[in-house]
Nanobody
């Protein structure tokens, strides 16, 4: 059974930082593209960042470029999202995602497995 367990969410002031982690089990982690999506209140789920199986390719949504960094550890079967210079508009539930068949995932339709989500709230 596949599990993607996110951690690291919470409440932070604008300008602060958070590091999200997603621990995977029940799948061959090192073969999969991993990503982070988010769903702001009242809005649709959107891509934040993704990374290829070997960390050789990454993708960032425009609003995250320069502020967020995605990384992975194929020994620990964990993917991370370092978020700096957080803004109130970054407030959302953040979801870990695993995808196959793509170098980096950018679309919900590509995702094979989802985590349960972790809340990130940025206060102004």
């Amino acid at each position: 059974q596949v599990h993607l367990i996110e951690s690291g969410g919470g409440l932070v002031q604008a300008g602060g930082s958070l590091r999200l982690s997603c621990a995977a089990s029940g799948l061959t982690f090192r073969w999969l593209s991993m990503g982070w999506f988010r769903q702001p209140p009242g809005k649709e789920r959107e891509i934040v960042a993704s990374i290829s199986w070997d960390s050789g390719n990454t993708y960032y949504a425009d609003s995250q470029k320069g502020r967020f960094t995605i990384s992975r550890d194929n020994v620990k079967d964990t993917v991370y999202l370092q978020m700096n210079s957080l803004k109130p508009e970054d407030t959302a539930v953040y979801y870990c995602a695993a995808a196959s068949g793509v170098v980096v995932t950018t679309r919900i339709s590509e995702v094979a497995f989802w985590g349960q989500g972790t809340q990130v709230t940025v206060s102004s």
